[in-house]
């Protein structure tokens, strides 16, 4: 009977745990991702990178980059920081065992009036001595501890996935636009060749008295404006190498260049997927949803240390006054007894720290909500941009047809003499401007499906 009413009393007090029990928020999700025209199926997101970025040079940078990166080092280690809580958390279920060993000498003083000169004035101690503690988890608090250092853990492992999400697409996006800024020179460069030639041609006109001065300064600024952009895209090509550089945890230097990316968008199909998984697959979200569960199980932890905690404490050893006896068996000494202690007064500092608990958990659960909200609107806005950039780049390039057109009609004109210089420098602007417009298409298509494939939670896997 005694047996059955200890393991009855043991069991009630285990059931005993405050708190809310910590679980997933939640999370309302629209019927589709807006935008996705296959929203049934597998996901862009769930391609493994290697899959998405097929150019060798830009697998070898995203390598590199998980590899070395000094933000996703410094996340590794708050990964194992998080782990040796867990380890401290998981103790507190333990007993607690320590020990001590201590040797005295006194020397008493006869002045006192408590020694005869008679008497032995000095005496010696020796002790070998264990301590043990072990709390007994009365409400639950240890096992809200456990689960709360448990989800810090998987907090700090998305975390760090979601760091490496966002590090592919980085370094997948300051590829292309470097790729882009290369075209770009190059069609600078293109220009300012052609128009030196113009100005040659020009120039040689105006010495036969054919043109005047005007038509060679206007020869002579469109030269400059091509030549200015030259070293603007320089500029602008060394600080996106620089910034590839940093996340591959190097300093400043130039960058080796891979081929055409064109294969990026050509051998893609963009799909968002089921509108529930989107969250799952989100390394960002799940962080959120490990933080969310960990302040839950703070709100039992905090609750616990308002209550008053059991304890079962004890110690036991040898003590001698002579070395050479300390372990008979006659040294021998133990105490051992439970301790109760509670607060009393507290000036509600327990009330207010269980407060601030579920304020933190409440915190926790409108970032989550905001998160999540987040990764939909940024796969819609992807998915959408996606769309729109192959739109662009249709319209662009046949405006370029239009323009290269216009610019060899001008040409021939001016050369006949039917018209003025000034038709072939409007002609000449417009055709630079619209191939420049149409390589930074290109370049914002290829960044559509980069965008694309972190928003919808690939990279990480």
Same mark, same amino acid.
């Given at each position: 009977m005694?047996k059955?009413?200890?393991l009855?009393?043991?069991?009630?007090?285990?059931?005993?745990?405050?708190?809310p029990?910590? @679980?997933?928020p939640?999370?309302?999700?629209?019927?589709?991702i807006?935008?996705?025209s296959t929203?049934?199926g597998s996901?862009?997101?769930?391609k493994?990178?290697?899959?998405?970025f097929t150019d060798?040079?830009?697998?070898?940078?995203?390598?590199?980059?998980i590899?070395a990166n000094?933000?996703?080092v410094?996340? @590794?280690?708050?990964i194992e920081?998080a782990?040796?809580?867990?380890?401290v958390a998981?103790?507190?279920?333990?007993?607690?065992?320590?020990?001590?060993?201590?040797?005295?000498t006194?020397?008493r003083?006869e002045?006192?009036?408590?020694?005869?000169?008679a008497a032995d004035?000095?005496s010696?101690?020796y002790?070998?001595t264990?301590q043990?503690?072990w709390e007994?988890? +009365?409400w639950?608090g240890?096992r809200r501890?456990n689960?709360?250092?448990?989800a810090?853990?998987?907090?700090a492992?998305?975390? !760090?996935?979601?760091?490496q999400?966002? +590090?592919v697409?980085s370094?997948? =996006?300051?590829?292309?636009?470097?790729?882009?800024?290369?075209?770009?020179?190059?069609?600078? !460069?293109?220009t300012?060749?052609?128009r030196?030639?113009?100005l040659?041609?020009v120039?040689s006109?105006?010495?036969g008295?054919n043109?005047?001065?005007l038509?060679?300064g206007q020869?002579?600024?469109?030269?400059?404006?091509?030549?200015? &952009?030259?070293?603007i895209t320089? #500029?602008?090509?060394?600080?996106?190498e620089?910034q590839i550089r940093?996340?591959?945890?190097?300093?400043?230097?130039?960058?080796t260049?891979?081929?055409?990316?064109?294969?990026?968008?050509? =051998?893609?199909r963009i799909r968002g997927?089921?509108?529930?998984t989107l969250?799952?697959?989100?390394?960002d979200?799940? &962080?959120?949803?490990?933080?969310y569960q960990?302040a839950?199980?703070e709100i039992? *932890?905090?609750e616990?240390?308002?209550?008053?905690?059991?304890?079962?404490?004890?110690?036991g050893?040898v003590v001698?006054g002579?070395?050479?006896?300390l372990?008979?068996?006659k040294?021998?000494?133990?105490?051992?007894?439970p301790?109760?202690?509670g607060p009393i007064?507290?000036a509600?500092?327990?009330?207010?720290? &269980?407060?601030?608990?579920?304020?933190?958990a409440?915190?926790?659960?409108?970032a989550?909500?905001r998160?999540a909200?987040?990764?939909?609107?940024?796969?819609?806005?992807a998915?959408?941009?996606?769309?729109?950039?192959? #739109?662009i780049?249709?319209e662009r390039s046949?405006?370029?047809?239009?323009n290269?057109?216009v610019?060899?009609?001008?040409?021939?004109?001016?050369?006949g003499g039917?018209?003025s210089y000034?038709? *072939?420098?409007?002609?000449?602007?417009?055709?630079?401007?619209s191939?420049l417009?149409l390589?930074d &298409?290109?370049?914002?298509?290829?960044l559509? *499906?980069?965008?694309?494939y !972190?928003?919808?939670g690939g990279?990480?896997?």
């Amino acid at each position: 009977m005694r047996k059955l009413l200890a393991l009855s009393s043991t069991t009630l007090l285990a059931s005993c745990v405050l708190g809310p029990q910590p @679980s997933s928020p939640n999370s309302e999700t629209p019927a589709s991702i807006r935008g996705d025209s296959t929203p049934h199926g597998s996901s862009f997101g769930d391609k493994a990178w290697r899959q998405v970025f097929t150019d060798p040079t830009l697998r070898s940078l995203i390598a590199r980059c998980i590899e070395a990166n000094p933000d996703l080092v410094a996340a @590794s280690y708050r990964i194992e920081q998080a782990r040796a809580r867990v380890v401290v958390a998981r103790s507190d279920w333990l007993p607690q065992v320590g020990g001590s060993a201590g040797a005295s000498t006194n020397y008493r003083s006869e002045n006192t009036g408590q020694v005869t000169p008679a008497a032995d004035r000095g005496s010696e101690s020796y002790d070998l001595t264990a301590q043990l503690s072990w709390e007994v988890d +009365l409400w639950g608090g240890i096992r809200r501890s456990n689960e709360a250092a448990r989800a810090r853990l998987l907090e700090a492992e998305y975390f !760090r996935d979601a760091l490496q999400t966002s +590090l592919v697409a980085s370094i997948a =996006s300051a590829y292309i636009e470097l790729k882009g800024l290369d075209e770009r020179l190059a069609i600078s !460069r293109r220009t300012a060749e052609n128009r030196r030639n113009s100005l040659g041609i020009v120039t040689s006109l105006r010495d036969g008295g054919n043109v005047s001065d005007l038509e060679v300064g206007q020869a002579e600024s469109l030269l400059q404006e091509a030549l200015t &952009a030259i070293p603007i895209t320089e #500029q602008a090509i060394a600080a996106r190498e620089n910034q590839i550089r940093f996340l591959l945890g190097d300093y400043p230097s130039s960058l080796t260049r891979g081929g055409s990316l064109d294969k990026l968008d050509g =051998s893609l199909r963009i799909r968002g997927g089921l509108p529930s998984t989107l969250l799952a697959r989100r390394p960002d979200i799940a &962080a959120a949803d490990q933080s969310y569960q960990a302040a839950v199980a703070e709100i039992g *932890v905090a609750e616990a240390l308002r209550l008053p905690s059991l304890s079962l404490t004890g110690s036991g050893g040898v003590v001698s006054g002579e070395l050479n006896h300390l372990l008979e068996g006659k040294s021998g000494s133990y105490s051992v007894g439970p301790r109760l202690a509670g607060p009393i007064f507290d000036a509600r500092r327990g009330k207010a720290r &269980a407060d601030a608990a579920r304020a933190s958990a409440n915190e926790a659960l409108a970032a989550h909500d905001r998160a999540a909200k987040q990764a939909f609107r940024e796969a819609a806005d992807a998915l959408n941009a996606h769309v729109k950039t192959g #739109q662009i780049i249709t319209e662009r390039s046949r405006l370029v047809d239009a323009n290269l057109k216009v610019s060899r009609v001008a040409g021939e004109r001016f050369e006949g003499g039917a018209s003025s210089y000034l038709e *072939v420098l409007d002609a000449e602007r417009s055709l630079f401007g619209s191939e420049l417009a149409l390589a930074d &298409a290109k370049r914002d298509r290829l960044l559509a *499906v980069v965008e694309s494939y !972190r928003a919808l939670g690939g990279g990480w896997k």
